[in-house]
């Protein structure tokens, strides 16, 4: 399975004996079932913004689904999705009839199994009638909207461009049409002191969203935000303040009955973003689009960031794949291992090992008692899990899961 011709075929690279990296376990490979595609379309870039994008450039929109259609066109055979996530970017950016051809698009290559899931990041004040209903006419059932806070203050210094107003009637016309709706939230940015965060999350609890993530605040190398921390005229919340912060929100949602099933997510019964899950669980899956990372047969390519340089590559008949990475197979376990440990269920150790060859065990080493010991980490019934400090300081157990020097694999 994969892409024609020139382009990468997702077929494992062999060592000089012609032989997989890991003699000694093969994984077995199954097709991806999971499609990401990115849509790099913005009205402008919020100064906190990292991600590939272009602001202000709509008459590129088109160009941009020419190649996107050519470049779905190189897969070898046609695939059947559970999930699908349009993301950006802003997809909603796309007018009622860009967004009929990008459906045309996905058409070409994919039909969606029963119940899939297929989500569509989108800004409040994009939602008309008119996009949601061509949005319905994609097969969309979800929507990812990009919230932020409701406190018009906050929003400002976040440098969005909508207010409370449109949040509400967005939410409300999607759930009038039948969508799924799920809201990100903000926490942490300049200024903000603990008392408003808890009544920022209050009126957004109040939306009753199916699904809820919220994230800190980060301060990315070469963003806006970044520049004037550096310069001083903004200032990061203090380590102890983001702390209590992300503490309230866990314990507040789940008070209103919102199940926390990964580090930054909390959804209603059964509203659970599947998508995400697949990537969590180190399934396989598609993606297209400029700075797009895709995951099959063990290898991870990333696409070109630059939208125009992935314009004219593809459009001359170039792959846009920028890195291309076949991890040998002791540091992707224990990518594996870091990243399933950001859910709240944990990593059941016999699953694990019959995925990649390794116990968590062999991998965690001296770590496992070490992360027990100081609280945690928390074994039972054959499954690993962070405690609730543990999730706090997820990022820094999985820098020392990845980093830790070579074991062997082994039961």
């Known amino acids: 399975m994969g892409l024609k011709g020139n382009q990468f075929s997702g077929t494992a690279p062999e060592d000089d ?243 926390q099933y990964e580090v930054s997510s909390f959804s209603q019964t059964d509203k659970v973003c599947r998508h995400n899950l697949a990537y969590w669980q180190g399934d396989p899956f598609f993606a297209f689009g400029p700075g797009a990372a895709r995951f099959v047969d063990g290898i991870r390519e990333t696409n070109h960031r630059s939208t125009t340089q992935y314009l004219n590559l593809v459009h001359s008949g170039k792959s846009p794949v920028a890195d291309r990475e076949h991890l040998p197979p002791e540091p992707a376990a224990r990518e594996r291992l870091a990243i399933g440990l950001r859910m709240i269920e944990g990593v059941d150790e016999t699953q694990f090992y019959e995925r990649t060859g390794y116990s968590v065990r062999t991998l965690l080493q001296d770590l496992e008692r070490k992360f027990i010991d100081n609280g945690l980490l928390k074994y039972e019934d054959r499954n690993f899990r962070l405690t609730e400090r543990g999730i706090m300081l997820c990022d820094w157990i999985a820098a020392e899961i990845v980093n830790l020097s070579p074991g062997e694999p082994g039961s």
């Open 17 to 259: 004996e012609g032989k997989s990296p890991n003699s000694t376990f093969r994984p077995k490979l199954s097709q991806p079932k999971s499609v990401y595609i990115h849509i790099p379309f913005c009205r402008h870039r919020c100064g906190y913004c990292n991600f590939t994008l272009v602001a202000g450039r709509d008459y590129l929109i088109d160009r941009f689904l020419d190649a996107l259609e050519i470049e779905i066109s190189w897969l070898d055979q046609h695939y059947s999705l559970e999930t699908l996530f349009l993301g950006g970017g802003t997809p909603s950016h796309l007018n009622p009839r860009q967004l009929g051809r990008l459906a045309k698009i996905i058409n070409s290559r994919f039909t969606y199994l029963a119940k899939a899931e297929i989500t569509a990041e989108c800004n409040p004040n994009d939602l008309d009638r008119d996009r949601l209903h061509a949005l319905k006419a994609l097969r969309v059932n979800r929507i990812s909207l990009g919230v932020q806070s409701l406190n018009q203050e906050k929003l400002k210094r976040l440098e969005r461009d909508h207010c409370e107003t449109d949040v509400r009637h967005a939410i409300a016309a999607a759930k009038n049409l039948g969508f799924d709706v799920s809201i990100d939230m903000i926490f942490a940015a300049p200024q903000e002191t603990l008392a408003q965060w808890q009544t920022d999350l209050d009126q957004a609890i109040s939306l009753e969203p199916d699904h809820l993530s919220t994230y800190e605040l980060t301060y990315e190398k070469g963003t806006q935000f970044w520049n004037r921390l550096n310069h001083g005229t903004i200032s990061e919340a203090g380590e102890d303040l983001r702390a209590e912060m992300y503490s309230h929100a866990i314990n507040r949602l789940r008070k209103v009955g919102m199940h």
